[in-house]
């Protein structure tokens, strides 16, 4: 019962009619109501008398008062009572269904003639409701008056009424029960079925359409010369590295954040889909070739300022408008996809990944730029020094810039000097070199120094990582590297180590010399030192 109204479990206009027949065969009023009095049905007056006495605001008071009462009561057995107004007898019998009051069938406007009162006892009561006495009395003397048998006649033939009402109602809900189930269950099955129907035509990472919803729509608007048709191919860069060095969860998020990007951007009646692992292509109709320009245009600068991940977001996006005259809408693809690669190559070459992904740790103060720039410098001159040519020390050079960029993989929160570190947290660190490693292997102009990056922080007496190499084993430029990356971190007045004069730096390298520096290195850098302002 608590699931449904009375209205819902009965018909309403079948109840008005039956008690207004009712009423008119048994002579008296009847109505129903909720236990708490609001009207189900409407009031089916019998006598004109109540009527009348409901147009007075004290008589209409006394009226509901006592309907009211009789709502409430909660009597197995009809509720019989004088009403405070006109002075009839009214009763209240309860309605149950599933064992919960549902309603009451309020009977009335009876006149017992073991009640009826004197003349001058009705004209107070007219007096006592503000209404004419001679009208009150008049229709008093109206209603034909019932002896009490003839009254608890009339409540039984409608409290068997009320119980084959009950029984209706329990019928009603059961059969409501089992129609709900059976919606619920269609409810259910049709949404089953369009999740089924979208999990066949979507991307489960991008929640884009995938590459069998594009290809089914690319073959209907093959067909369709009549309209103007754009399409764009669109392709990531970087998710290779993105997965090897951190890990296919940043890939995914990587997917994700620019599928998010094309499809905020994108008008509804576009088809955007991912059409493969870092592939993205989309179905423009009813566009231009500016708008489908100027789409590329948004996406590229919303990606590039995406700062989500270890660099921005990079994706290469080529458009092309459909010339149906003159070719198939498949060779249309293929000049938007052509697009797409010169825009890779000129996208590359304007975002320098590994720069901004030391601008990110520089923002973050995991490195200092002043003391990269500083270490760099002293590292090309020192490479110059030592007899090399300038294309080697400007590579020795460039793997001082980059040795550090492993740190990308750090997370947000970490903090690389000022606090004391767990064993956890300084595996971490050391994990940087493979990290940059990894990264510098997956650029073409930082591939050769990949090597040189790994090996940055190795010792001379191989107690150091990452693979414990010993003397001659690491490359010279390495060990380089270890001599002029800690220089400079001793003696750059803004660094954020103990600064020290350039004559406390050189008894520190002599006093490493042969544990963690090369000590013919050492010899050199020292005189290379007294040559230079360093």
Known sequence: MDAYTFREIYDMDTLQKLIESLSAALQVGISIRSPEGERYTDDSDYCRL??????SSIGNALCEESD?????????SPCIRLCRSAGLTDAGIRLMVEDV???????????????VLSEEEYRQKARSLQIDEEEYLRQIRQIPQKTRAEFESILNAITLMAEQLSMLGRKNLYLKSIINALENQEIMHQKEKEFLEKLAETDSMTGLYNHRKFDEIFSQYASRTDMKI???????????LMNDVFGHDSGDLMLKNIARIMASLAKKEWLAARCGGDEFRIILPNTSLMTAQDYCRHVTRLCG???????????????AEWNSGTETLFECFTRADQEMYRNKAVLKQEQHIPDLMMERLYNRQILNRAMVELETKITYDFALYLGFSKEHAYETSMASHYQDIGMAKLP????????SKTEEEKLQIQAHTTNGYQIARQ???LYKIADIIQCSHENWDGNSYPKGLKGGQIPVEARILRITNNYAYWTLPTSSGTNHTKEEARQRLTRFSGVMYDPELVCKFIKFIDLQDY
């Open 230 to 240: 754009c399409l764009i191919s669109a392709d990531a860069n970087y998710l290779k």
């Open 443 to 445: 650029f073409e102009e």
């Open 412 to 419: 947000d929160y970490f903090v690389v000097r000022g606090q």
């Open 305 to 319: 300022e995406d700062r989500s991940l270890a660099f921005p977001l990079s994706v290469a996006l080529g458009a």
């Open 101 to 115: 009051h549902a309603a009451t069938i309020l009977v009335g406007q009876v006149l017992l003639k073991e009640n």
């Open 50 to 55: 109540c009527r009348e006495i409901k147009k």
């Open 68 to 76: 009211l009462a009789l709502c409430a009561c909660e009597s197995p």
